[in-house]
C-alpha cells in the first residue's frame, strides 16, 4: 500500500520561505515521477512542480523561479523550497507519486501567505 506523508506546510510572510517535504512508502521511489499539485480555495488543483526518476523537472510558470523540487532516494522523499512566496501561493499542496500510471496522493498540507 502506497501512503505519501507531506510536512512542513504553515503560516509563512510575503517574501518568506517554506519548504515542503513528503515521505513516501510502499513504492520503489527510485523509480516513480513524483510532483508537488495545490488547490486553492475555488479553484481546480493545478500542477506546481514536477521531478522524474532521472530528476528532470518541470515548473508551473507562476512557480519558475521561486521554488524548487529536489529528491533524495535514499530518504524516499520528495522536497519543495518554496522561496519569495505570494499571497497567491496559499494553496493545500499535495505529494503525487507516479510508477507506471500507478498514481497515488498524499493527504495533503496547507500553506497559507499572509501578513
Known amino acids: 500500500q502506497v501512503q505519501l506523508v507531506e510536512s512542513g506546510g504553515g503560516l509563512v510572510q510575503p517574501g518568506g520561505s517554506l519548504e515542503l517535504s513528503c515521505t513516501a512508502s510502499?513504492?520503489?521511489?527510485?523509480?516513480?515521477?513524483m510532483a508537488w499539485y495545490r488547490q486553492a480555495p475555488g479553484k481546480q488543483r493545478e500542477l506546481c512542480a514536477q521531478?522524474?526518476?532521472?530528476?528532470?523537472?518541470h515548473y508551473t510558470d507562476s512557480v519558475k523561479g521561486r521554488f524548487t523540487i529536489s529528491r533524495d532516494n535514499a530518504k524516499k522523499t520528495v522536497y519543495l523550497q518554496m522561496n519569495s512566496v505570494k499571497p497567491e501561493d496559499t494553496a493545500v499542496y499535495y505529494c503525487?507519486?507516479?510508477?507506471?500510471?500507478?498514481?497515488?496522493w498524499g493527504q495533503g498540507t496547507q500553506v497559507t501567505v499572509s501578513a
Open positions: 503525487y507519486s507516479n510508477l507506471r500510471w500507478s498514481i497515488s
Open positions: 510502499g513504492i520503489i521511489f527510485s523509480a516513480s515521477t
Open positions: 521531478i522524474t526518476s532521472s530528476s528532470s523537472t
